[in-house]
């Protein structure tokens, strides 16, 4: 972050209280988790399970310099700066604001019902061929992770990429009026949050909620084939928009694709010559990967520049890693998100690899799926075949109705249902693996099978 005096801050949040005696304190980094404040840090109090205002001792004996402050001047620390505001969260957000029209670097906005992370991962991959960028860590992707992100950044950042996540219509907005994209990605739209959307069409909708703060001159950059799109796009310009996906009606797709277990290699169309690798399993990255490569095309970079860096791109942690399993077995580990139309392609591709050993699936609930909850986990049965998948774990209340489906074509005996005991799912999948199996683990991160995959570590 570049250091900004108090004063600034005070004046692009709209402090009311007298700074005089403050104002050329200077900020090194913005923080409201009182536990990871370090020395030259601005604390922000936000008002949660629990008022962070109460932790504002915390603050200072952690190096904190200066504090928002919503709560009554007579509450706060004595002989220490706060700048009084309405609200703390507002503050925190006008501040991202203000500090990122002060570096005015390029941004990259990223949304979708699956594969935002790794379109992430890759677009960082191909744009640092070129620029310096900087880029959301883990899933810092909401009201607060994002203007967090954005004081992250460096003063010499060019290019920054922001992932931003939703749960319900309007979120999207907020992000992207804050942010304001010159390139906005939609990765797909599949069923996650269906609960609280209604259905797709809710879903495409709220995705489209990206351009609402794209820049007037901005591109989006979304799946071509998807029909839920082809009309709300409609309010950009052509020349505001570029489509990828499999189909050649799109600006990028690909001409070929070779698969592997630990790499994927692809030409487009854009570039036929050049033959793309990226360090992961699945066809379906392929789509990620070309919709990063159009993110690097609308910034001025070739595909032969953006190809060497983005076969060796950085993948967030849980999205489809192999890992060392135990007894000489591999762990597809792909167990922080799930929605129905993901759980597919990676039952997919997985059930096209080869192995010596078992072929293994251990598939946790899918949530927030409301109403269809039950259509949707049965749904997943047509992509689970006895000649490509030895045995089937399933783990939590809503997959009984995958079980119920899967019971009628796949081998009763091969099917194995926990609702609630985790142990007993592991002891028996640990008496299961032997060498050379693999096994696939994939749920929404609120089932928790990222404990099983612990487990499951050699």
């Known amino acids: 972050m570049k250091s900004l005096s108090l004063k600034e801050i005070a004046l692009a949040v709209g402090a009311t209280n007298d700074l005089t005696k403050w104002e050329t304190i200077k900020i090194e980094k913005v923080e409201f988790d009182s536990r990871k404040l370090t020395d030259g840090a601005l604390f922000v109090p936000l008002q949660g399970e629990n008022d962070g205002h109460q932790f504002i001792q915390s603050a200072i004996d952690k190096g904190a310099v200066a ?62 061929s070129k620029y310096q960028v900087h880029k959301t860590k883990g899933n810092f992707n909401n009201h607060i992770g994002l203007p967090l992100t954005i004081l992250e950044m460096p003063e010499t950042t060019e290019v920054v990429i922001l992932e931003m996540g939703m749960n319900h219509a309007g979120e999207i907005e907020l992000l992207s009026k804050l942010a304001q994209p010159d390139i906005a990605v939609i ?29 007037k001159d901005g591109t989006l950059i979304y799946p071509g084939e998807e029909l839920l799109l082809s009309e709300l796009v409609k309010v950009l310009a052509p020349k505001q928009r570029i489509t990828f996906g499999t189909a050649k009606s799109n600006n990028i797709y ?20 050049i033959k793309c690798s990226i360090p992961v399993l699945g066809t379906y990255n392929v ?43 591999m762990i597809l580990n792909d167990a922080y998100n799930a929605n ?64 119920e489906q899967l019971s009628i074509n796949y081998p009763v005996e091969q099917i194995h249902h926990f609702v609630e005991d985790k142990k007993a799912m592991i002891q028996q999948l640990k008496n299961s693996i ?12 609120g089932t928790d099978l990222l404990s099983v995959v612990m487990e499951l570590k050699k």
């Open 434 to 445: 032997n060498q050379k199996d693999y096994i696939l683990v994939k749920s929404s991160l």
């Open 340 to 403: 129905p139309t993901a759980m597919k392609v990676v039952l997919d591709n997985f059930s096209e690899l080869e192995t010596a050993g078992k072929k293994i699936v251990v598939l946790g609930d899918m949530l927030e799926l409301g109403e269809l909850s039950s259509e949707l986990h049965a749904s997943v049965a047509a992509h689970i075949h006895e000649n490509a998948i030895d045995e089937v774990f399933l783990f939590g209340s809503e997959m009984i109705h995958l079980k």
């Open 187 to 215: 990765t797909m739209i599949g069923e996650s949050h269906i609960e609280y959307l209604g259905s797709r069409q809710g879903i495409a909708a709220a995705k489209m909620e990206i351009i609402a703060g794209l820049k």
């Open 254 to 273: 690909p001409v070929e694709i070779e698969t592997g277990m630990y790499e994927t290699k692809f030409t487009t169309n854009v570039a036929p010559e």
């Open 67 to 128: 504090a928002f402050w919503s709560a009554s001047l007579e509450t706060a620390p004595i002989d220490f700066p706060v700048l009084q505001v309405a609200d703390t969260l507002q503050a925190l957000q006008d501040l991202a604001k203000y500090y990122l029209e002060l570096v005015a670097p390029k941004v990259v906005g990223i949304t979708g019902s699956n594969g935002k992370t790794t379109t992430k991962d890759m677009t960082e991959a191909v744009i640092r």
């Open 287 to 329: 789509t990620n990967a070309m919709a990063a490569l159009m993110v690097g095309f609308t910034l001025g970079i070739s595909v032969e520049v953006a190809a060497p860096e983005l076969a060796k791109f950085n993948l967030t942690k849980n999205r489809t890693e192999w890992l060392d399993g135990l007894n000489g077995s």
